[in-house]
């Protein structure tokens, strides 16, 4: 029985390693109850946007190879973040184009890979989640997500089934949050600007709530809305679909 | 080129501090893409002519030479006359040349970007003729002496208050008294000015938005007719176009056409939509004495073959610079370019330098959304990053930047050593968030911390948990 539940490798990428392990364990839950078996191969660091982005290909490829390396023999890759999982699917076959000894394994770690919602409600076939939750909450799509894999309708398909909750959309649900990896500390006083349009999008839905699916918007929306004072819950959209209310949301003490 | 890039991030902090332009920017970053997206959902078959006119651009761009030649025998043919010119300089002294033959005063201009490009005003003007915009919102920023702050709405920065004050300013011949509270009263009394202007000109300068080769056409869209009058009325007719603008067929103009309005205004097509070729002909009931076409290469070709060559394709149709958030954060004039947005980012370096404009492809957050609206699929966001690898290359990212970087990078490429490095972080962190959760101000985290607090970790990292609860399956 047990061989036949497919076997995934979760890719917890650096950010969720780093400041929100909750949200590792929450995609954990979440897929275990999908019927999947989880591994988390040891030797992941980061997918390599930041070098990547940076115009450092040389160490974005060394990067590469090294995730190529390590998740090789399993039968999806998960992440939950659809930055890092367009990075493996989307930007790994474009930096081995010409490279005849990597590109098929690039492309192959590429078809295996999914943004952790998206594999729950396409490849799973999940329909509903077994959480409560009484609030009303905005969500955000993250831009890798939805223009690079298509992530839009299947975390409000799975948020509609979460009892108590409401989910909002936002004014101008295309626009980016601002935060651009690096470009958030390099052009800070533009990124600021595009947060606060953002967060005056989240305003004028009323809701106590913020969600996306990318924890680098996250740690971004939530350091702007603290900034300012503003009465607002950030979490990762898995945190609310694995029912996970006992950690705080993101910026707030225990 | 003329260009302040390199003064990018200062121009970008004073238009954040700019309320009134700030008000402007929000309105368009709210309303004009629902414009484009009412007229897109219009058009079943919208995705379709998107693949279609970047097949043909794609064509004409790897047949280049064969159609401008086919191009310039087919203008040749009809009466008119073609300039090549490899850069601004000789492009402005064989416009220069053609009016002087004309023994121009009076040069009436629509709107042309390549115009903005080589700064054609100017240079008339230190010759002791007199360019006149006859498209509003060049006209507006002509006598206001500013560049272009978007490219297809070169006024947009300025409201109707100060376009108000401006002809208060410049008609000194009108009644001071006058009233100009309407936007009505702003347009008749540049048509009344303009008017006098069409009548006057010698010389006629257009831009293109095609050049069709079969035919030795050049095509205009406006919503003003503006160009009509100038190309018509005057003895002589100068079109000025990039040499990418060329397509084969009036049936490839026609394709791309379909997606050209509704990707910048919303609208199904242009008002007007003016197909020229040629001089006057017997028979012709008006039209110029002289048709001339200035082709300007300015780096164009050395674009080709390149991985910067989808440039090439863009329609300057404004929908990347429409759609994106730095563009809606900072506006046009920050990016120091004739070019601004997404294609300015990514255009300018070609244009004047890497070295010029090094902020461009930087300041940019690569969200993609230039790249879904555009209509010839251009992939913007590789192209930016492209001139990023460039600079990296070439050393020309700050020295602690690229330290931190390679820093960084030598950790991820070190699985055992990460995990104790980010294990210790994560454990300082916590702590530093305390009982709040988060971070203020942190050393060698300004650049996060000043405008945003950090969220603090939980403390205890993912693969170390992960370790601990499940023995490290």
């Known amino acids: ?254 | 080129m003329q260009t302040t890039a390199h003064r990018f991030t200062e121009k970008a902090s004073a238009a954040l501090a700019d309320r009134e332009l700030q008000g402007m920017l929000q309105q368009m970053r709210v309303h004009v893409p629902e414009r484009r997206q009412a007229a897109v959902d219009a058009l079943p078959e919208f995705e379709t002519l998107r693949d279609r006119g970047r097949a043909i651009k794609d064509h004409v761009i790897a047949n280049l030479d064969f159609y401008l030649e086919r191009f310039e025998a087919k203008v040749t043919a009809a009466g008119g006359k073609v300039h090549w010119c490899a850069d601004a300089a000789e492009a402005r002294d064989t416009i220069l040349g053609i009016c002087r033959k004309a023994g121009a005063r009076t040069v009436t201009k629509g709107k042309t970007m390549v115009g903005e490009e080589i700064a054609i005003n100017a240079h008339l003007e230190r010759h002791g003729m007199i360019p006149v915009e006859t498209d509003l919102g060049e006209y507006i920023i002509q006598l206001r002496d500013e560049p272009p702050s978007h490219i297809i709405a070169p006024s947009f920065h300025v409201s109707a208050a100060q376009v108000a004050d401006t002809f208060l300013e410049h008609h000194t011949h009108l009644d001071p008294k006058r009233p100009l509270g309407d936007i009505a009263d702003l347009l008749s009394e540049a048509r009344g000015i303009l008017r006098s202007r069409f009548l006057a000109a010698d010389v006629g300068i257009t831009g293109a938005n095609f050049l069709v080769a079969e035919t030795g056409s050049t095509v205009i869209v406006t919503n003003e007719g503006n160009g009509d009058l100038t190309q018509t009325l005057p003895g002589v007719h100068i079109v000025l176009a990039g040499i990418e603008k060329v397509v084969p067929t009036l049936e490839d103009a026609s394709t791309i056409m379909r997606i050209l309005a509704r990707s910048a205004t919303g609208q199904e097509m242009s008002v007007y939509t003016t197909f020229s070729t040629g001089p006057r002909r017997p028979e012709d009931p008006d039209g110029p004495a002289e048709y001339h076409v200035v082709l300007l290469d300015n780096g164009r070709s050395a674009v080709l073959g390149t991985e910067f060559q989808d440039l090439l394709r863009c329609i300057r149709c404004g929908a990347c610079l429409d759609h994106c958030p730095i563009y809606h954060a900072v506006g046009g004039h920050s990016y120091g370019s004739v070019y601004g947005g997404p294609i300015g980012a990514a255009l300018t370096p070609a244009l004047v330098g890497l070295e010029k404009s090094l902020d461009l492809p930087n300041a940019s957050t690569l969200c993609g959304r230039c790249e879904s609206v555009c209509p010839m699929r251009i992939p913007l966001p590789k192209m930016l990053r492209n001139w990023r690898e460039a600079a990296f290359d070439r050393h020309l990212m700050p020295a602690r930047a690229r330290w931190g970087l390679k820093l960084w990078a030598f950790l991820a490429k070190r699985p055992a050593l990460y995990r104790r490095i980010s294990g210790a972080g994560a454990r300082f962190l916590a702590w530093r968030g305390g009982k709040a959760g988060r971070i203020a101000s942190l050393p060698f985290a300004g650049g996060w911390t000043r405008w945003r607090d950090l969220p603090a970790p939980e403390g205890e990292t993912f693969q170390a948990r992960w370790r601990r609860e499940r023995g490290g399956a």
């Open chain 1, 1 to 254: 029985m047990a061989e036949s539940r497919p076997q995934v490798a979760l890719f917890v990428t650096c950010l969720v390693d780093l400041f929100r392990p909750s949200i590792g364990f929450a995609a954990v839950k979440l897929l275990e109850e999908a019927g999947c078996r989880v591994a988390v191969p040891a030797a992941q660091t980061c997918c390599g946007q930041p070098a990547y982005n940076s115009g450092d290909r040389a160490d974005a490829r060394a990067i590469a190879r090294q995730v190529i390396e390590t998740f090789e023999g399993h039968d999806h890759v998960v992440a939950p973040s659809g930055s890092c999982a367009g990075m493996l699917r989307v930007h790994y076959p474009a930096l081995f184009a010409d490279d005849p000894a990597w590109k098929p394994r690039a492309e192959a770690l590429a078809a295996r890979t999914h943004e952790l919602v998206s594999f729950l409600v396409d490849v799973m076939k999940l329909k509903k989640v077994a959480a409560r939750w009484n609030a009303s909450a905005a969500y955000h799509d993250s831009c890798s997500g939805l223009r690079e894999l298509g992530v839009r309708t299947q975390p409000r398909a799975l948020l509609s089934s979460v009892a108590g909750l409401s989910v909002k959309d936002l004014g101008v649900p295309e626009a980016c949050c601002g935060f651009g990896g690096t470009f958030c500390v390099k052009y800070g006083e533009i990124s600021d600007k595009i947060a606060a349009d953002k967060l005056k999008d989240v305003a004028d839905t009323g809701a106590g709530m913020l969600l996306a699916g990318d924890l680098g918007c996250l740690l971004h929306l939530a350091g702007k809305a603290k900034r300012d004072g503003m009465n607002l819950a950030v979490r990762h959209v898995a945190e609310v679909l694995a029912g996970d209310d006992r950690t705080p949301p993101i910026g707030e003490g225990r």
